[in-house]
T-cell receptor
Framework: ETGVTQTPRHLVMGMTNKKSLKCEQH?????MYWYKQSAKKPLELMFV???????ENNSVPSRFSPECPNSSHLFLHLHTLQPEDSALYLC??????????????FGSGTQLSVL | TQLLEQSPQFLSIQEGENLTVYCNSS?????LQWYRQEPGEGPVLLVT?????EVKKLKRLTFQFGDARKDSSLHITAAQPGDTGLYLC??????????FGTGTRLQVTL
């Protein structure tokens, strides 16, 4: 138990569906992250939120839309995805995003399959 | 762009064997982290090395940071099935990013 909970664990969706991934952290951290993990590729940082403000957006397609209503919750809204978006989506949190060698606490991920 | 190359990509060994995995870069890092990701879970931080030449031990795991701070290694003694997983190194990149390596997938069989 890392203190970061992600739901759902598995998701299958069609290309025309709209779905949302949810992440909740119980660690009192100030920063939250979305990462994408694909086979044979390094972990890719998608978004960073610090104190509910987005501080990083790594040229992610607009079909991925993050939302951070408070410092404990993070969502990733998905719409009109492509099959190549199938991957493990990991949420993480840290005390703060300042120093880039901060310890990240990851959730168990949502395994997404786009048909 | 700072890249971290890990080798080998895959490793399958029997219980009780020793192994070493490597994390290499052409760039200098102020520190490096090692994570282990077990099947069906997210990565969990094992250790952070911050000084060139530093050696840290975590039970049967020994981590070393290269003198020039461009590489790191992880040595596992007497591997156990519980060591199975994806081992990732990561180092500070630009701004608030951690750059992750390509990973080494370890399978330890009985």
């Amino acid at each position: 138990e890392t203190g970061v909970t992600q739901t759902p664990r598995h998701l299958v969706m069609g290309m025309t569906n709209k779905k949302s991934l949810k992440c909740e952290q119980h660690l009192g951290h100030n920063a939250m992250y979305w990462y994408k993990q694909s086979a044979k590729k390094p972990l890719e940082l998608m978004f960073v939120y610090s104190l509910e403000e987005r501080v990083e957006n790594n040229s992610v397609p607009s079909r991925f839309s993050p939302e951070c209503p408070n410092s404990s919750h993070l969502f990733l809204h998905l719409h009109t995805l492509q099959p190549e978006d199938s991957a493990l989506y990991l949420c993480a949190s840290s005390q703060g995003p300042g120093p880039s060698n901060e310890k990240l606490f990851f959730g168990s991920g949502t395994q997404l399959s786009v048909l | 762009t700072q890249l971290l190359e890990q080798s080998p990509q895959f490793l399958s060994i029997q219980e009780g064997e020793n192994l070493t995995v490597y994390c290499n870069s052409s760039s200098v890092f102020s520190s490096l982290q090692w994570y282990r990701q077990e099947p069906g879970e997210g990565p969990v931080l094992l250790v952070t090395v911050v000084t060139g030449g530093e050696v840290k031990k975590l039970k049967r795991l020994t981590f070393q940071f290269g003198d020039a701070r461009k590489d790191s290694s992880l040595h596992i003694t007497a591997a156990q099935p519980g060591d199975t997983g994806l081992y990732l190194c990561a180092g500070p990149g630009t701004a608030s990013k951690l750059t992750f390596g390509t990973g080494t997938r370890l399978q330890v069989t009985l």
